[in-house]
């Protein structure tokens, strides 16, 4: 296929996509010298309803949640207890019936729409438990999805993409489109699209729901040493018991409200963490958005 027409098709692909495939950003990454424990987003009071068949179903009731940069998190809870729901207000793919949500200091609940959008586009990576990859693009494509959509140069774009890829272990995958690819490596491709833009927080929602234990086990390593190499947040609801075991943080959901929030700095994340080099991006050179493409490219996630 010829850049072009890719371009043209994974615009079009993209705008049917939506925020879930998207995620997106073009702020410079933070610091690596930036300290910790800076709050990064903060819920307070939130309630989520949704009408159904005529009768109102209370989902969230109440929940307080504060969440610091470069922290580790992971939501569980019996199936139901609201962490999907939970997970999508905070990423801002829903509005809360009540509460306020602030993510760096700005009032989510008070922006409109096209403000969330690009403010979803510019903080928030998102990794699902079906991964969304694109059928008809190779592992690099899909990769550089977020960037072209917002019209960034291919170049240095395509240098982060493969920088990414090569940190999450696919080297040897870059034109394997996701059909080509094992479930585990299209979720680490995911993964990888997720960072492309370098997002300040990292959701997921049962990224390994699908994976045996061996790939989630690789997943989960990718997640504690990107954090560890990037400082990225990452707030991650899962259902996998080893996972939690190993999380510095778990918060636990119970019909739709925070039932604990456990704190374990010596959780055993840290000697988990699989040796690494510095994050590629930082070598990678600047993605500045291409001159001749405005951001009102970009379609509304
Ligand atoms: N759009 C909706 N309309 C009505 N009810 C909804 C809607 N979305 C979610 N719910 C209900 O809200 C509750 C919480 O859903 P949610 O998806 O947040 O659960 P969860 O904790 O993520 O569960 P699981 O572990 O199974 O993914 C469920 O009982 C669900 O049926
Ligand atoms: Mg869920």
Redesign the pocket.
């Known amino acids: 296929m010829t850049e072009p027409a890719a371009e043209t098709a994974v615009e079009t692909a993209a705008a049917e996509t939506a925020a879930v495939e998207t995620a997106a950003a073009v702020a410079p990454a933070e610091p690596a010298s930036r300290p910790l424990r800076e709050r990064l987003l903060v819920a307070e009071g939130l309630h989520k309803r949704?009408l159904?068949e005529g009768s109102v179903?209370e989902?969230l009731k109440g929940v307080d949640l504060v969440i610091d940069e470069g922290e580790m998190v992971c939501v569980v809870?019996q199936?139901?207890?609201?962490?999907?729901?939970l997970l999508h207000l905070l990423g801002t793919l829903d509005l809360p019936s009540k509460g306020t949500i602030t993510f760096a200091d700005r009032d989510l609940t008070r922006m409109s729409s096209s403000e969330l959008a690009a403010f979803r586009n510019e903080k928030i990576g998102f990794v699902f438990q079906f991964h969304h990859l694109l059928p008809e693009f190779d592992a690099i494509e899909n990769v550089m999805m977020p960037g072209l959509v917002r019209g960034m140069n291919r170049g240095p774009l395509r240098e982060r993409a493969t920088a990414l890829l090569e940190e999450v272990g696919l080297a040897h995958r870059f034109k394997h489109r996701p059909g080509e690819l094992s479930g585990g490596e299209q979720q680490r491709v995911a993964l990888a699209r997720a960072l492309v833009m370098e997002p300040a927080v990292v959701m997921a929602d049962e990224p390994t729901g699908n994976l045996d234990s061996e790939t989630s086990e690789a997943i989960h390593q990718l997640f504690f040493q990107l954090n560890a190499t990037r400082r990225t947040t990452f707030l991650i609801?899962t259902?996998s018991r080893d996972l939690a075991a190993r999380m510095p943080r778990v918060v636990s959901m119970k019909d739709g409200k925070v039932l604990t929030d456990e704190r374990r700095p010596d959780a055993e994340f840290a000697a988990a963490a699989a040796p690494h080099t510095e994050p590629p991006a930082v070598d990678a050179p600047p993605v500045e958005p291409a001159a001749e493409e405005p951001e009102e490219a970009l379609p509304a996630s």
């Open positions: 949704f159904h179903v989902v809870g199936s139901g207890a609201g962490k999907s729901t609801v259902h």
